[in-house]
């Protein structure tokens, strides 16, 4: 879930035109690389860890806007 809610959200930077192609693979690799993985016991728990991923890499991606 943490991946791709991080490779979506990337993407989606990348096709508004907010960051570069090359920061894709960066955004994904910071929300990984900052992820606990726990034990799932439901859909609520997948739900949370693709939040929290979205969010990081958000941050992650903040970052690393794209100046124009």
């Known amino acids: 879930a943490a991946y791709n809610a ?4 990337a993407v989606a930077a990348f096709l508004a035109g ?6 894709i693979p960066r ?5 990984l690389e900052g992820h606990t993985n726990t034990p799932v016991a439901d859909i609520t728990d997948v739900l949370a860890a693709e939040a929290e991923a979205r969010a990081h890499a958000e941050r992650a991606l903040a970052a690393r806007q794209k100046v124009t």
Do not use: L, M, S
Request: zero cysteines; aromatic letters at 6%; a neutral charge.
């Open 6 to 9: 991080a490779n979506e959200a």
């Open 27 to 31: 955004a994904v690799a910071a929300v």
């Open 18 to 23: 907010r960051v570069r192609f090359v920061d």
